[in-house]
């Protein structure tokens, strides 16, 4: 029983920055790993960066060395700096959490916020 709520999502220029944040609510400590996802028209759903509970963080080839995954430190909140933004970054964000199968081991959403990266 996690919800999750993203937000930060706009429109901005090539070469700008966004942050977006996903505000975690519920059974906030029994989270392992949570990350970010997007989906543009067209193009599979992707994973674009995660963190576990420990630290440890993964990003998709086309965003490394761009974007920046992190959380605050009670772990309710993760964020995604976007930086160095391109017109194919444009897609719909979700923020994603993975439940400790200590629990009931479930795969939470968020609603989403779309990103749009445009002159």
């Known amino acids: 029983q996690v919800q999750l709520v993203e937000s930060g999502g706009g429109l901005v220029q090539p070469g700008g920055s966004l942050r977006l944040s996903c505000a975690a609510s519920?059974?906030?400590?029994?989270?392992?790993?949570m990350g970010w996802y997007r989906q543009a028209p067209g193009k599979e759903r992707e994973l674009v960066a995660a963190?576990?509970?420990?630290?440890?963080?993964n990003y998709a080839d086309s965003v490394k060395g761009r974007f920046t995954i992190s959380r605050d430190n009670a772990k309710s909140t993760v964020y995604l700096q976007m930086n160095s933004l391109k017109p194919e970054d444009t897609a719909v964000y979700y923020c994603?959490?993975?439940?400790?199968?200590?629990?009931?081991?479930?795969?939470?959403w968020g609603q989403g916020t779309q990103v749009t990266v445009s002159s």
């Open positions: 994603n959490a993975l439940e400790d199968s200590d629990y009931d081991g479930g795969d939470y």
């Open positions: 519920g059974s906030i400590l029994s989270i392992n790993a």
């Open positions: 963190i576990t509970s420990g630290g440890s963080t």
